[in-house]
C-alpha cells in the first residue's frame, strides 16, 4: 500500500465513524472501558486537566465528570468538532494543537491525560515525547494513558510490514473503503512497565485483554540530606 497520507489525515477523515469503536457488543470490552472511565472520572477529581489528542471527547466527558477544569486538545479539526457536541459537567475549553508544539508553560497541570496515542507513537520518539508531556505537568503531577490490546481491533490483523525503528504498520480501512497504512504499536504487560518505569515512577497499571491503562508520577529526584 503507498500513498502519501498521514495518520492526521486518517483522523481527520475518521472523526464522524471514530466512536464505533467504543460501542462494539463485546460485554468484556465494553466493561474494561466502563471500569477505566470510572476511574479517570474519580482521578480526575478537582484537578486542572490536560488532554492530549483528545479526539471525539470520550475521555474529556470522564475527565470533565468532575474536575476543576478540562483543556482538550487534538490537531484534528474536524475531531475537535466532534467533540464539542458533547455535553460536560465542568468547564472544558478545547483547543486545536498539535501534541509536538504544545502552547502551553510549564508547570500548569495536576493531570494529563492521553487516550490511544503511545500506540502511534514512533519507538524512535519515546525520548522526545516523554520530554513533551512531562514539561506542561506540575512537580507533584500525574499523566494517565490508555491504550488499547490486540484484541480490541478484531479478529482481523491487517499487519502490513514493520520499520527499521520496529515499528509496526496496520491498513486502516474507513466505512467509504479508503485505506490508510497506520504506525501501531501494542505493548504487553512487560513493556508497558519497562516503556514507563525510566522516566516515570509508575503508581498504577491494569493491563487486561483488550486494554491497558497506567498512571505515572513524575520522577522524584531525592536531594541529598545537606543539600
Ligand atoms: C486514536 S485517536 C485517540 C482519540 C482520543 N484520545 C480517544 O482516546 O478516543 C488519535 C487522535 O490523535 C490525534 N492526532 C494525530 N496526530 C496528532 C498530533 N500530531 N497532535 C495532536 N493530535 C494528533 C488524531 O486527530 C486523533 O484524534
Redesign the pocket.
Known sequence: MKNNKT??DY??ARATE?EQIYYRDVPQRRQEIADHFEFLEKLAAGKTVLE?????G??TQAAAKNAREVIA????PE?IKEAKTKKYNSAVTFII????DLPFKSAAFDLIII???VS?EPKQNYSKFFEIIKKPLKADGQIWLIDNNPPAEGAKSNFLHSDESGNNFKCRRLDDGEEFSILKNYFAKNEVLDLFSKPFSINQLTHDEYYWSVLLDQKKTHLPADS
Do not use: E, K
Not at 52 to 56: D, E, K, R, S
Not at 73 to 76: E, Q, V, Y
Not at 97 to 100: G, Q
Open positions: 495518520i492526521v483522523y481527520r471514530y492530549l489528542a483528545c479526539g471525539t470520550y475521555w486538545t487534538d490537531i484534528a475531531m494543537s498539535d501534541i509536538y487516550g490511544f496515542w502511534h
